[in-house]
């Protein structure tokens, strides 16, 4: 059997849909923000959300923070390639900006709740989903009081939704634990798990 000795050899190179979602207070933010401090040439998908601004947080760069009303407007129009209600606010991922840089041929990180990664996995069943997780709950609740962003109700909502979340782990493809003060572990193991999605000999199928 004759091969051309100048064609490639490895696998042909196609982008990914990497969904990065976690338990409330894993720390998905502060991963995102050093992912994209990282050498990752990938497109990072911002999120719409009715929820307010916190402090620190900039328009475009964190969150499109947008009414109720808009968001509406956005889902009737099918602009949103998922969206949930999360503790009484909507999150959604504009489906535009996704669509044009897989078709550009770049890799795509979207951060979302559990119940938007359900949804991908069912609209997109060849997205990468890497799901985070602190060592334990202790420490979950612990990263949580010190964020100080929830009454004590909302902290224990978050904590009891915690536990049920850990039950939609099968549905992912990775589990990562984002351990205390080992913010560089957590991302050497999301790039290697990007690597080694880059050297599978069957590539996952994207349709946006």
Known sequence: MSRDR????????????IVLSGLSGVGKDTVL????????????SVSATTRARRSGEKEGADYYFVSTEKFQQMIDADELL??????????????????QAIERGQDVIVKIDVQGAATIR????????????????DELESRLNKRRTESPEELELR??????????????DYIVVNR????????????????AEKCRILPRDLSI
Do not use: C, Q
């Open 159 to 172: 904590l009891k939704t915690a536990v049920k979340e850990l039950d939609s782990t099968s549905m992912f």
């Open 82 to 99: 998922e969206w949930a209600t999360v503790y009484g606010n909507r999150y959604g991922i504009p489906r535009a900006p996704v669509r």
């Open 33 to 44: 923000v050093d992912l994209k401090k990282s050498s990752l040439p990938v497109f990072f």
């Open 122 to 137: 069912k609209k997109v069943p060849g997205a990468v989903l890497i799901f985070l997780v602190t060592s334990t709950l």
């Open 180 to 195: 205390h003060d080992e913010i560089r572990r957590t991302i050497d193991t999301i790039k290697a798990i990007v690597t």
């Open 6 to 17: 100048r064609s490639t050899l490895g696998p042909p190179a196609k982008p990914l849909l």
